[in-house]
């Protein structure tokens, strides 16, 4: 059972650029969840997804980002016209329907690492 | 606002002793608790967790303590290994909410061999 998948791992973009970050979650998770981490900071929550739904993207930055996740194929984190600030690790969770005492472990991906010029 | 800290950026531990990470939270609705796991380069490995209605849950060498009056928890690993040598996120998770993981911002654990 593959865990949750992202892709690119590493992806350059000069400012002005759009990112497009891909995320599989793992086979039978229906909820996906993005996440940033500064350097030498925790991570931030940013948006929770189920299939066509967005159910909280009350970390998301008001301006160009968005996410989705559509009923086939992978999320997608889009940030658009791309700044210095923007550089940061960016994480995919998943986690399954049921939940464990009303809460649901995450599971994360290896990161996508962005890095803007 | 930082809602749960881990005030002690990072700790040394000789192989085969107790490793004792610590995690102050201030939001008291927090319910539930997790402690991840960071290699480099990797994605954070979710490790172990507790509610609110325990005080302690233990997982072969991982145990985790939850004093809710302090507001406290902490993680303990014996005997520690080289290979634990990462950084530990503790995280929490708010009454109703099933989401929005609110993480610390680590503790880099080196055991020493």
């Known amino acids: 059972n593959a865990g949750v998948m992202q892709n690119p791992r590493h992806l350059v973009r000069r400012r002005g650029q759009e990112a497009r970050l891909r995320c599989s979650p793992m086979k039978g998770h229906s909820h996906v969840y993005w996440y940033r981490q500064l350097p030498e900071e925790g991570l931030k929550f940013m948006v929770y997804?189920?299939?066509?739904?967005?159910?909280?993207e009350s970390g998301m930055p008001k301006e160009r980002f968005s996410a989705e996740f559509p009923k086939e194929g992978p999320s997608i984190l889009r940030i658009q016209q791309v700044v210095r600030g923007d550089s940061a690790a960016y994480f995919c969770?998943?986690?399954?329907?049921?939940?464990?005492?009303?809460?649901?472990?995450?599971?994360f991906g290896a990161g996508t690492r962005l890095s803007v010029l | 606002d930082q809602q749960v800290k881990q005030n002690s950026p990072s700790l040394s531990v000789q192989e085969g002793r107790i490793s004792i990470l610590n995690c102050d939270y201030t939001?008291?609705?927090?319910?539930?608790f997790l402690w991840y796991k960071k290699y480099p380069a990797e994605g954070p490995t979710f490790l172990i967790s507790?509610?609110?209605?325990?005080d302690k849950n233990e997982d072969g060498r991982f145990t985790v303590f939850l004093n809710k009056s302090a507001k406290h928890l902490s993680l303990h690993i014996v005997p520690s290994q080289p290979g634990d040598s990462a950084v530990y996120f503790c995280a929490a998770i708010p009454t109703g909410a099933n989401s929005k993981l609110t993480f610390g911002k680590g503790i880099t654990l080196s055991v020493r061999p």
């Open positions: 997804l189920q299939k066509e739904n967005i159910i909280d």
């Open positions: 507790i509610s609110s209605i325990k």
């Open positions: 939001n008291s609705m927090f319910d539930y």
């Open positions: 969770a998943s986690s399954p329907p049921g939940t464990i005492l009303g809460k649901n472990i995450q599971y």
